[in-house]
């Protein structure tokens, strides 16, 4: 089964950094995408931002020239490097692999990792 795992969340003030990293226990070439979501309380969980096998990525406009999406494929890790944090970007931030082209195919979560943003 496959297994991901995030890390990195915590506490920072506004206009801050974070990485989060997210560990895959496969080869990661075998996702079609991987991508990071957030849900903040009282929310529906979001994309955040979303990196294709072919290296194309996709971001929030809440997010753009503040996120980053990265991979190391050597070491199965996804990362997300947060600058400029805001207090709205508070919220449990999600790892996500998707196999396969059809609406259907498998997709994999990990549990999430809390990131708070103090204003």
């Known amino acids: 089964q496959v297994q991901l795992v995030e890390s990195g969340g915590g506490l920072v003030q506004a206009g801050g950094s974070l990485r989060l990293s997210c560990a895959a226990s496969?080869?990661?070439?075998?996702?079609?995408?991987m991508a990071w979501y957030r849900q903040a309380p009282g929310n529906q969980r979001e994309l955040v931002a979303a990196?294709?096998?072919?290296?194309?990525?996709n971001y929030a406009d809440s997010v753009k020239g503040r996120f980053t999406i990265s991979r190391n494929t050597a070491n199965n890790q996804v990362y997300l490097q947060m600058d400029s944090l805001k207090p709205e970007d508070t919220a449990v931030y999600y790892c996500?692999?998707?196999?396969?082209?059809?609406?259907?195919?498998?997709?994999?979560w990990g549990q999430g990792t809390q990131v708070t943003v103090s204003s």
């Open positions: 496969t080869n990661i070439f075998r996702f079609t995408s």
């Open positions: 996500k692999a998707r196999e396969g082209v059809a609406v259907e195919s498998p997709v994999y």
């Open positions: 990196l294709t096998r072919g290296g194309s990525t």
